[in-house]
RNA sequence: UGGCCCGUCGUCUAAUGGCAGGACACCGGUCUUUGGAACCGGCGGUGGUGGUUCGAAUCCACCCGGGCCAACCA
């Protein structure tokens, strides 16, 4: 294994930070991740962004990501899911080599280990029934009390979980508990479940076992078996991460062992992708399957046409952090076109055909055009022929009796091109009796071969078939499946189908396409130029018939224009984003969800005093002494309310306050680096944990009110301590940060920092004067925090000044 | 309501005490044999109030807002 970073890209998300640094320090030997999915469905969207995640670091890390099946619950997994799963991960492009694991084949391990915790009195048989556990746990408010069964001895724990094994006992007759701790306001630690009985038949293990461990149980486990170094999971799982490591640390896995770290899972907006309520949809046959194209499972993207290229690309668009997010669809659609305008040959199809006749072209001429496939923009080479003879077809949505203001395309008496061929000029409009235009009799400029335009200017171009030669297809224009960001919004008593885009599907049954598409793979992504990119369904397109699935429509700035002039229409637009424009979307039924807050609420929040938090105030009820010193701290002191809170928080942080002050009497000063400093650096560890006292951290203010260590450096100074311990005196002579008193060294440094910037210091000059924060920092950084910021910011003033 | 997590342009995301930047979307322009692409420009943000600091999106406190947790699902 190397331990070289991939060329490519490398992300600088938390993540990839956390991994970085471990990779930095050494503390693993290679990068492990892993994708767990459970087979009871199909990957959506939001798994490719897992998929990307952890099989990206892996590859950019130098190491290795497992496909593995959290295969534990026998009563919704399936074989087919397996296979399923795997051939939408190798499409996405991702390879897990050799590492294909199933969970299941770890129950003989994860045994063992419940074994181990048994013996240790850290896991007991609980014979009650679901019910009564459940009621017993307590809710998020009251703790939870232990049932009955909570002191059985190991040996009587050991006995019924063996036999529990040996299938003894009827489905729910006992489970295996963690034996935590009931009162934990982390309801997950409330001794939880860690095995059930289940009579059940397992896909992968048959009847072999009859209890199967439940999620919290066995996923560290599986993560810790294989050896992996970064367990990815999403935001929701943040909970779980507590009994993740009380597993791992009482079994016995030592460090460096795996951990959990949760990113934000993807919500795309106008989608749903949980199975559960898109199970009717596909069941009533509103959709084709799971693989409909619009859906968002990987399997319908892939049946519409999607390159899985565009879907990394997305998933690297949005990126990765802790912030539920909610992805506007249209980044996928960029991301689409992005891949498929420099992938996809262009072709001209006609999806609502009107008939236009060339009335100066004999009638059984044929003249065979060369048409490049690519743009002159695309470095591509290759063109095929297109036959032009006097019966065209072009676009219905191409002519307009009645234009718009701003419409190129065809009108009575005006010309257009015809993209690869001549300039015609429409002459005639036929009718039949109701009106309805059956034909466009037209003229062409034989001086305008290959499309050139004879000297004309702002002349429109639009594209057409040989009505002749063209091929008949079915195409399929797809649209988001809901009309609504957030289709799980549901109005009152309403269900999903309520928020349906009733034109997620409009088939264009006659619609003709050139002929040279019949000698094209089958697989061939094309743009049919100025109508979006398509491809042949792979399922209903697969034999003879000529079907076409919308990928994704062109951007149409065209048809964005016409929305804002009613009775206009555009050929690509999706509907959707009609209806957003006439149908400002709900964002929430009930008005409370979003952002704005009630001008009271606001003016409340305004004139709020800060308050004592709820916990400390319970610490000075418990103990009144710490009651007693807030009180002093505010009467004698003369600190604010808020720091005397925060001190007399715990008897600890004010003991140590006190030891402090005993050091440095300056109260307020103390009190600071206690309440603004000290706090930082704690990193979660209490005050008593820390490996200093009180005494020093009143010798360090003491340094600063001396003028021996300024302010900033001492800051650095109490990140050491608070590492590595110490006497601050002995930390500033061995790192050397004693202040910088020498005028002329200042002004060296000075010159040095403005000599290294001659552009923001010219930025500075015309006025962006904020920049002097920059400089002030170059000056710290260059003198590892010694100099007086006040110092060098009157120095940098007075040269920046004199230089104008 | 107890605990935990999270608040940066409309959306997604950078900035790890020192220049609030990028992408999508939107608006305008150039170019164009696709009303595409490309290129140029514009719009637009640190939830609030205090505090610490020479300097705060970042550290501290409080408030406000959003999310997750009381399956023998994952």
């Known amino acids: 294994m190397s331990d070289k970073r991939a060329s490519g890209r490398t992300g600088t998300d938390f993540i990839r930070q956390i991994v970085t640094a471990h990779m930095g320090e050494g503390r693993y030997e290679g990068v492990v991740t892993r994708f767990p999915p459970e087979p009871n469905g199909y990957l959506h969207i939001g798994h490719a962004k897992s998929l990307c995640l952890n099989f990206g670091i892996a590859q950019e890390f130098g190491g290795r990501c497992h496909l593995r099946f ?33 969970a299941s084949d770890y129950f003989e391990r994860m045994y063992e280990c419940a074994v181990v915790l048994v013996r240790k009195g850290l896991a007991y048989v609980d014979s009650s029934t679901e019910d009564e556990i459940r009621e017993a746990r307590g809710t998020v408010t009251e703790p939870g009390r232990p049932t009955r069964y909570r002191d059985r001895s190991v040996e009587e724990n050991l006995d019924l979980f063996r036999r529990m094994r040996a299938g003894e006992f009827a489905d729910g007759a006992h489970v295996l508990r963690g034996r935590i701790d009931l009162a934990s306001p982390n309801m997950l630690m409330r001794d939880p479940v860690f095995y059930r009985i289940r009579h059940a038949h397992h896909y992968r293990q048959g009847d072999a076992w009859c209890i199967y461990p439940l999620y919290d149980y066995a996923h560290c486990l599986e993560d810790a078996f294989e050896g992996v170094t970064h367990s990815l999971c999403t935001l929701e799982f943040d909970n779980n991460r507590e009994i993740y490591d009380w597993i791992l640390d009482n079994v016995g896995f030592e460090e460096p062992r795996t951990h959990q770290y949760e990113f934000n899972r993807l919500n795309l907006e106008y989608t749903v992708v949980s199975k559960r309520k898109l199970r009717p949809l596909v069941e009533s046959g509103y959709l084709a399957g799971w693989d409909d194209p619009r859906m968002a499972t990987l399997a319908g993207l892939r049946r519409r046409g999607v390159p899985p290229e565009a879907i990394r690309l997305f998933a690297d668009m949005v990126g990765v952090a802790k912030t539920e997010s909610w992805v506007d669809p249209g980044k996928l659609e960029f991301a689409t076109r992005d891949v498929l305008n420099r992938s996809a040959p262009r072709v001209m199809a006609v999806l609502d055909p009107l008939k236009l006749m060339i009335t100066n072209l004999d009638e059984d001429a044929v003249e065979d055009l060369e048409a490049p496939y690519w743009p002159e923009d695309i470095p591509r080479e290759g063109s095929r022929t297109v036959p032009f003879c006097r019966e065209l077809l072009v676009e219905r949505a191409d002519f307009a009796e009645d234009p718009p203001k701003g419409f190129r395309r065809l009108v009575p008496g005006g010309e257009v091109r015809l993209r690869h061929a001549y300039v015609v000029r429409c002459d005639e409009v036929v009718k039949d009796p109701e009106g309805r235009v059956l034909e466009l009799r037209c003229t062409y400029d034989p001086a305008t071969r290959g499309g050139t335009s004879g000297g004309r200017r702002g002349i429109g171009t639009i594209h057409w078939v040989s009505a002749r030669h063209a091929l008949q297809a079915e195409v399929r224009l797809y649209d988001r499946l809901f009309s609504i960001p957030d289709p799980e919004e549901l109005p009152d008593g309403g269900d999903l189908t309520d928020n349906l885009n009733p034109e997620s599907l409009v088939v264009m049954r006659d619609a003709r396409v050139e002929p040279s598409v019949a000698a094209d793979a089958a697989d061939t992504r094309y743009q049919f130029e100025r109508t979006g990119y398509f491809w042949r369904d792979p399922v209903d397109g697969a034999g003879d018939a000529l079907v076409f699935d919308r990928i994704v429509t062109m951007k149409d700035t065209w048809g964005r224009r016409l929305v804002a002039e009613p009775g206009s229409f555009s050929l690509r637009g999706g509907t959707a984003e009609l209806k957003m424009e006439t149908h400002p979307p709900v964002v929430t039924a009930t008005g409370t969800g979003g952002d704005d807050v009630s001008p ?116 650095d100074v109490l990140a050491e301590m608070a590492e590595k311990g110490g006497d601050p005196v002995a930390v500033v002579a061995r790192l050397g940060l004693e202040k910088l008193d020498d005028a002329s060294a200042l002004d060296a440094v000075v010159r040095e920092v403005l000599a290294a910037w001659p552009e923001k210091v010219a930025d500075f000059r015309a006025g962006k004067e904020n920049l002097l924060g920059l400089f002030v920092g170059e000056v710290m950084k260059a003198t590892r925090g010694t100099a007086d910021p006040k110092a060098a910011r009157a120095r940098l003033l007075e040269r920046l000044r004199a230089g104008s």
């Open 70 to 102: 959290d295969d534990t619950n026998p009563e919704t997994e399936e074989l087919e899911y397996v296979e399923a799963i795997q051939g939408d991960i190798r499409w996405l492009g991702f390879d897990w080599g050799d590492h294909l694991y199933f």
């Open 600 to 715: 009271e609420a606001r003016g409340a929040a305004q004139g709020a005093r800060p308050q004592p938090s709820r916990e400390r105030a319970g610490k000075r009820r418990a103990d009144p002494e710490l009651a007693v010193r807030m009180q002093r701290y505010v009467d004698e002191l003369g600190l604010s309310s808020e720091d005397a809170d925060v001190l007399t928080g715990t008897r600890a942080f004010s003991d140590f306050f006190e030891a402090a002050l005993a050091e440095h009497a300056e109260a307020a000063v103390v009190a600071s680096w206690m309440v603004n400093d000290l706090r930082g650096v704690m990193q979660g560890r209490a005050v008593e944990d820390l490996p200093f006292g009180g005494a020093e951290l009143g010798r360090l203010a003491g340094l600063v009110g001396a003028g021996t260590v300024s302010r900033r450096a001492a800051k």
